[in-house]
């Protein structure tokens, strides 16, 4: 006991919680705490449940581009089934088309390939990532798909129970911004926001192209990927292909960084050019 000021007394003994009481108050507000969080974080906290699952890892199933450049791609690249595929331009803009295509492929039959984005360290972006001309990752979780491509360590999200946002809202980036929803068994993905300088098979687009996905699983070691693109100020109509991809059992992604390049583009006349050290170069 102590005396106080006014001269009563009180108690300084310290009462003591039990400590199974305690335990059950701390996981108590330990779950709380947890659920809480899981609400805040949408549904993206765990794997999806009752739905195909896309994760693991994986390459194409076809290749044979006649001409893999074209594409923004090393020469050594398959191009896929969808490089087969002419896109549906609208009369003004062929010819131009197909003098660019004619200039690559003279350039590449002179030795003197014209600079690609893979020359310049640049990523390829959407749709050229999805040809998996190396292996790549795919994660499912609940809400959400990561698509990561061996090559140049690209990274696509997309985002199930969502809509992109719309073009004019959209911040222009290599792959663009995809929502997705499930249609059955089919992932239904749509992706805008493209930067317009990342081609695919060298088609020009414009800021409103979309691309249209259709995922679905065909077996237990392949899935397919239909894709439409749509412009409405460059194409007549869709533009359509299909890919394919098989796992690869127990390959482990390596990193990809294009990092100490020394190719460049020609200030003139834009082919490949590689750029040498000067011997007497101390540095």
């Known amino acids: 006991m102590q005396a106080t000021a006014n001269g009563t007394s009180v108690s300084t003994r310290v ?36 739905k195909p699952d896309f994760s693991g890892v994986w390459e194409g199933a076809a290749r044979g581009a006649p001409n893999p450049r074209a594409a923004g791609v090393s020469p050594s690249a398959g191009g896929g089934p969808g490089s087969q595929t002419a896109p549906p331009l609208k009369p003004e803009f062929v010819a131009a088309y197909q003098a660019e295509l004619k200039r690559l492929a003279d350039a590449e039959q002179r030795g003197e ?21 190396f292996p790549m990752e795919v994660i499912q979780t609940r809400g959400q798909v990561t698509i990561i491509e061996e090559a140049f360590t690209q990274v696509r999200r997309i985002y199930i129970g969502e809509e992109p946002p719309k073009v004019a809202d959209a911040e222009p980036g290599f792959y663009g911004h995809s929502g997705a929803k499930w249609d ?9 926001g493209i930067k317009t300088n990342v081609l ?6 414009s800021e409103e192209m979309r691309i249209h996905e259709r995922m679905r699983v065909l077996d237990a070691d392949h899935w397919e990927d239909q894709v439409t693109v749509t412009d409405p100020t460059y194409l007549t109509g869709p533009w359509s292909w299909t890919l ?3 796992r690869r059992p127990g390959y482990k992604m390596y990193e990809y960084v294009c990092e100490d390049n020394r190719e460049f ?17 101390k540095k």
């Not at 009462?15 to 009481?21: D, G, H, K």
């Not at 390939?113 to 001309?133: D, E, F, N, R, V």
């Open 244 to 246: 394919t991809y098989q």
């Open 15 to 50: 009462r003591s919680v039990p400590r199974l009481a305690a335990m059950a108050t701390f996981a108590a507000l330990a779950l709380a705490a947890a659920a809480n969080g899981n609400a805040q974080n949408g549904s993206r906290s765990s794997v999806t449940v009752d």
């Open 113 to 133: 390939p014209i600079t690609s984005q893979g020359t310049m360290c640049l990523p390829q972006g959407m749709p050229g990532m999805m040809l998996a001309i």
């Open 200 to 205: 695919y098979r060298s088609v020009p687009h």
């Open 265 to 281: 583009a020609d200030p003139v006349t834009g082919a490949q050019r590689l750029r040498f050290k000067d011997p007497a170069d």
């Open 184 to 192: 059955g068994e089919t992932l239904v993905v749509d992706t805008v």
